[in-house]
């Protein structure tokens, strides 16, 4: 049975902002994972570790400085460093083999668990709301503070965009991507775009982290439910794929969340997997083909 | 730059890298395990300690009802001064050390230890010491059931008090029964004392069912009668449901729409989103950063809604850190955590022993403790005094007799049974006894009513006297 009426137009417009605030916060941290992917061939497993990194220490920021926002640049910033440390201390022996890569990142994503289950613990936090603001529209409630992520989120993409596209690093990065050896002829030092890209990939994941942080329990293990669900829009989208994976994001966040009008919220997932499966059978390569 | 293969040195990189890898990850897990809570280990400790002045003497006067008929007074004394001595009775202690009710397995843990503290201060059971022996759970059922096997099989434990966690409880009650051994759970699932028990089970304390029932006309009174449940989807959440379902409409309460919540779920809205709009009341059951999670959220986008709750939701939370969210909140409490709200001599007492201030907090440590379910193992500890020594307790083989001795019994209020009268009900091994009814006032648990012991009782479904042992 279809709820009809004047209350299911107002669910209906609540779980579509809801699916689409979580599809920009989801999307930073896919397109990271996909970011480390296109170019460097790395099947980052630990990228959820590094969503609940930028989480952790967003509480931890916040605790210290008493700042919301200043603890979510740390954040971002810490992780973002880590990033190059990883890169270079644990992944470049292994780069250009994806298999390998998996082992060593399933290593480094149970090293960042236990380190924060040993320093923050096992019992998930919740954080106070940084912006305790109610948007009312058309006799909907929502909180403000998932409408500002949006937006922040919305800014990051944008600045993202603009390094790649706009910047001389970000020709760099593309060049990379296309054609490491030409790249590495031309003068571009690989090296340094590799532990850049990392970097970057490591960060996006914190800083999607770090602004999710308020809304979700923060928790050890809170990159789990995340990841699987990133991978998922990485390969609807196209492994590698930049644009797909902002598409795909944009398309199923939304999808689940309007779903869960009809079914429950699990169900919703397993829809989540079956669009996955659909798209995967038609096109195997994702929605769209990777740059390489 | 492309090689085709890994040469030798490439391969050898990646062979020191796995282990580094490994080795840092060893690192973290064991410095995890260690800085976390103790390591699942055994924890045998007996106590001996300098039994205070002769002066030192409690009596209690208490009544045994056996079956609903007969009545037989006991007069209970505990003295101080014999040194208790001989073989240990062992009781056996299940406890959520780690995982995700470890905030209870470690107010368990210690207001347990500080009981049998008590009792070898004060001439142990029968003039014997008892020996406490802790195995952790994990807070998982595979474990949990082969700590249950150890802790009789191995450490030869005469009575194992078990989990907070009722999906344990149930798994181990055959084992009980297996291992002819008596088992007094903690978790509060309904079946454990019906359909999933047996007569080696008993429960000291209430469950969902006595729980709900108690508390269903005052919160149908006081806080709506348009309802809507939201409970995490297992079976402690939907045993709540269940039950809020089957009691509401008898005391003219409706419940619009019931909606089930996966544990640790990161987002509430798409739930939130589901309730009616014409509900004026929310039941919920979920614990720890769910009911964080929902409390805000709510507030956010249905301030209107008026909140009802068992302690389980706030309890190990300082609730004068969650404003307004939770502010006007009705609690069913089964014991209230801040000593002004339940001042007795007694509980006086037993927070000075267990050494718990007047927040409910550790008073040593400052840590949150989760008393308003920790008093249970104090008065079960109490209760197995009682009864081992009523039937003069030899060796296990009396387990028998310590069953029928605990069937019927009943409690008066008192130091050892500090959270209010009580009976164990003989045919369902089933405790009844008084609820609280709080609300949250400027983020403080503050009494509304007590609620006494008739208003929980409700018909067995099973009937264990007729086993046999």
């Not at chain 1, 880590?82 to 992944?91: K, P, Q, S």
């Not at chain 2, 919540?261 to 929310?282: C, N, S, W």
Request: hydrophobic share 45%; net charge neutral; with cysteine.
């Amino acid at each position: 049975m279809v709820p009809l009426g004047a209350e299911f137009a107002s669910r209906f417009l609540f779980v579509l902002v809801n699916g689409f605030v979580w599809a920009l916060i989801v999307a930073l941290v896919a397109l990271g994972l996909s970011f480390i992917f296109g170019l460097m061939d790395i099947v980052n497993i630990a990228h959820g570790d590094l969503y609940m990194l930028g989480a952790v220490l967003t509480w931890y920021g916040l605790a210290a400085t008493g700042n919301f926002w200043l603890g979510v640049i740390l954040a971002t910033a810490v992780v973002g460093v880590l990033g190059i440390g990883l890169e270079r201390g644990a992944l470049r022996p292994v780069e250009g083999m994806p298999a390998y890569t998996v082992v060593v990142t399933i290593g480094i994503s149970y090293i960042l668990q236990q380190v924060v289950l040993a320093v923050f613990g096992g019992s998930p936090q919740k954080m106070s709301d940084p912006f305790p603001m109610v948007i009312e529209f058309l006799g909907v409630r929502y909180p403000g503070y998932r409408i500002l992520v949006a937006g922040v989120s919305g800014i990051a993409l944008l600045a993202l965009w603009f390094l790649l596209f706009k910047t001389s690093v970000g020709l760099w990065i593309r060049a990379t991507m296309q054609d490491r050896e030409m790249a590495n002829a031309m003068g571009i030092s690989v090296n340094n775009i590799y532990a850049m890209t990392f970097a970057l990939g490591a960060a996006l994941a914190a800083l999607g982290g770090a602004l999710a942080s308020p809304i979700v329990q923060v928790f050890y293990l809170m990159g789990y439910d995340l990841l699987v669900l990133v991978f998922i829009i990485v390969i609807v989208g196209g492994l590698g794929s930049l644009k797909g994976t902002m598409v795909a994001a944009l398309i199923i966040c939304p999808l689940e969340s309007v779903m869960t009008l009809f079914v429950t919220p699990t169900e919703a997932r397993v829809i989540s997997f079956l669009v996955m499966a659909a798209v995967l059978l038609v096109r195997p390569q994702g929605l769209f083909k990777a740059w390489r | 730059m492309a090689e085709s293969k890994p040469s030798r040195r490439t391969a050898l990189k990646i062979a020191v890298t796995a282990v580094v890898c490994g080795v840092v990850a060893g690192v973290g897990g064991w410095l995890a395990g260690s800085s976390m809570a103790p390591p699942p280990k055994t924890v045998t400790e007996t106590v001996t300690k300098t039994v205070p002045g002769a002066g030192a003497t409690a009596t209690e006067t208490v009544t045994k009802t056996v079956t609903e008929t007969t009545t037989k007074t006991v007069t209970e004394t505990v003295t101080a001064g014999a040194k208790p001595s001989g073989p240990p009775i062992k009781i056996g202690h299940l406890a959520d050390m780690t995982g995700p009710l470890a905030v209870y397995g470690y107010s368990n843990n210690l207001i347990l230890s500080k009981a049998i503290e008590y009792i070898n201060a004060h001439g142990g059971i029968n003039g014997r010491p008892v020996e406490l022996v802790v195995e952790d759970t994990e807070t998982k059922v595979a474990t949990a059931t082969s700590k249950m096997r150890k802790l009789i099989e191995y450490h030869k434990v005469d009575v194992v008090i078990g989990s907070q966690h009722s999906g344990i409880n149930i798994a181990c009650n055959p084992i009980a029964k297996e291992l002819k051994t008596l088992h007094i759970p903690v978790g509060e699932a309904y079946a454990i004392t019906a359909q999933k028990g047996n007569r080696y089970v008993m429960r000291i304390n209430n469950n969902v069912r006595e729980q709900v029932k108690a508390g269903i006309e005052d919160a149908i009174k006081y806080v709506a009668k348009k309802w809507v449940t939201m409970v995490v989807d297992y079976a402690w959440g939907w045993s709540n449901e269940e039950e809020f379902r089957r009691y509401a409409p008898q005391y003219g309460g409706e419940v619009l729409k019931s909606i089930r919540v996966p544990l640790g779920t990161k987002d509430f809205m798409p739930y939130i989103a589901q309730i009616p709009k014409e509900a004026e009341g929310i039941f919920y059951a979920f614990f720890f950063g769910d009911f964080l999670s929902l409390i805000r959220d709510l507030h956010a986008v249905r301030p209107d809604l008026k909140q009802y709750c068992p302690i389980c939701a706030p309890e190990g939370i300082d609730t004068e850190t969650l404003g307004e969210a939770f502010e006007g909140a009705y609690v069913l409490s089964w014991f209230p955590r801040y000593l002004s709200e339940y001042d007795t001599p007694f509980n006086r007492e037993f927070r000075e022993i267990c050494g718990i201030d007047e927040k409910g907090k550790e008073a040593k440590t400052g840590k949150m403790l989760t008393l308003s379910h920790s008093w249970a193992l104090w008065e079960a500890a109490f209760a197995l005094k009682r009864a081992m020594e009523e039937i003069n307790w030899k060796s296990k083989e009396d387990t028998p007799k310590l069953i029928e001795a605990l069937e019927g019994m009943s409690f008066k209020e008192s130091l050892f049974h500090v959270q209010g009268e009580k009976f164990i009900r003989d045919v369902d091994h089933q405790t009844f006894m008084r609820h609280f009814l709080m609300r949250v006032e400027n983020g403080k648990l503050k009494l509304v009513k007590i609620i006494p012991v008739e208003k929980s009782i409700y018909e067995p479904e099973v009937d264990y006297t007729k086993e046999s042992f």
